[in-house]
């Protein structure tokens, strides 16, 4: 029984001899550790990294009044450091890289005299460096507009390139700045903020290509010039405000026929167009239109009106910069015959029109053959009749044949011609006896 008990005192004397080395004044997980860093930069620049150590419960737990409770242990190969600050609950170092890539930065925070106890808090970060410039280019414009990269047609953009550079690495160099605005024109400057005014409306890229150069002392090689380039851009999409509505249409239509009115409008899309009818031209109010989403410059609105008076077409339309209003009257007027009422009498008409032309040709050919047979019989010597055609069938052979069965007057004179005769003479023959 004794050597059992052997074992068992000896885990309890080795804890015994760690429980002073434990920090009994603070327990892992109740702070955290925040990183915070000027980069990323490029190869040869300075970067500086910050640790704080803060309470990981919303600051509601008070961090310990000593200042020398934790120590902060870092590790970042393959960069170089280059300077390293300590205060009570930070920590502060500077560290520079020779080559481009994406370093992993590590920290954690012990207690100052425990070094091998589990750390209060721990943090990570990436940096990035590069053989580049690093820099932002800023588009800015005096109106401001909701959505984002937007901006307004001849209006002056500023574009500024902003250099990155918080170690002032650079403030020995020369830059120099090619400038591309997507619409064709290029410039080349020393200056790394030009202004630019855009004259149509469209998305476009705007690219510079920076410059940097500088005289460096070297002991391996003395004077030499050093250079960095870097390449940025910036999309910016280029809108105009809405001027007004062109309303292309009639103003007098008759009912039942449809009414195509053409909306111009004065301005960039997408546009959200609303219209209503009206008896009067008067604003629109909240939720009584048509809307309708436009995502070009024209747009074209068909109606058809039932009753006849005056109406009026009010119209609303916005884009993202503004909106603008249109008032069109239309004066509507009853139609004056319907197409289902005048289909039957125009047929009925061209029938009756039918009929009385193969009446009035079948009365002509029956008419003028009476006529030569009644000539025949009075040109005989014992006849001594004079007969003259009668007068109301030639004025409607005139009136009512000519036109349909002769083409020219000539034709009807020559046939009154021809009948003429088959007419005895106008003086009477001396009559003669044989004895």
């Known amino acids: 029984m004794a050597r059992a008990l052997w074992p068992r005192l000896g885990r309890i004397l080795w804890l015994a001899c760690l429980l002073p080395l434990a920090p009994a004044r603070v327990a892992a997980g109740l702070y955290e550790l925040q990183l915070t860093t000027d980069g990323p930069a490029t190869t040869g620049a300075e970067v500086t990294i910050m640790a704080s150590l803060v309470a990981d419960n919303n600051g509601s737990l008070a961090l310990p009044a000593s200042a020398h409770l934790y120590h902060f242990h870092w590790i970042h190969t393959p960069l170089l450091l280059t300077g390293k600050a300590d205060e009570a609950f930070s920590s502060t170092i500077r560290v520079v890289g020779s080559v481009p890539g994406d370093f992993p930065v590590s920290v954690w925070v012990t207690a100052a005299d425990c070094g091998m106890c589990q750390p209060v808090a721990r943090s990570l970060l990436v940096l990035p460096i590069t053989e580049f410039l690093v820099g932002n280019l800023v588009v800015t414009q005096n109106t401001s507009l909701p959505w984002p990269s937007s901006y307004l047609t001849k209006t002056i953009l500023k574009v500024s390139f902003l250099l990155h550079d918080p170690s002032n690495f650079f403030k020995n160099a020369s830059f120099l700045y090619s400038w591309d605005f997507g619409d064709g024109t290029q410039m080349v400057t020393r200056d790394g903020t030009v202004y630019y005014n855009y004259s149509i409306i469209g998305s476009f890229t705007v690219k510079v290509k920076v410059v940097a150069g500088w005289e460096q002392v070297t002991p391996d090689t003395g004077k030499g010039i050093l250079q960095k380039t870097g390449d940025f851009s910036a999309s910016l999409k280029l809108q105009e405000t809405l001027r007004g509505i062109q309303v292309l249409g009639p103003t007098l239509i008759q009912t039942f026929q449809k009414m195509v009115v053409t909306l111009n409008f004065m301005g960039s899309p997408p ?165």
């Not at 339309?317 to 069109?328: G, R």
């Not at 007027?333 to 029938?351: D, E, G, H, K, M």
């Not at 044949?401 to 007419?423: I, M």
């Open 271 to 435: 546009l959200n167009v609303c219209w209503r009818l009206k008896p009067e031209c008067l604003p629109l109010e909240e939720g009584e239109c048509h809307p309708v989403s436009v995502d070009s410059t024209a747009y074209n609105l068909t109606h058809i009106f039932r009753d006849p008076g005056d109406y009026c077409f009010s119209i609303q339309a916005e884009n993202v910069i503004s909106k603008a209003h249109q008032y069109h009257k239309v004066q509507v007027w009853p139609s004056s015959i319907q197409p289902a009422v005048f289909a039957f009498p125009c047929a009925t008409l061209i029938t009756m029109m039918l009929a009385f032309i193969m009446y009035m040709t079948l009365r002509n050919a029956t008419h003028q053959k009476d006529m030569v047979e009644v000539a025949d019989f009075d040109s005989s010597p014992m006849s001594d009749k004079n007969p003259e055609p009668p007068t109301g069938a030639r004025c409607c052979c005139q009136m009512c044949c000519g036109p349909f069965l002769l083409e020219t007057s000539s034709e009807y004179l020559e046939v009154v011609r021809e009948n003429h005769r088959l007419l005895p003479p106008r003086y009477k023959s001396a009559k003669t006896y044989t004895v």
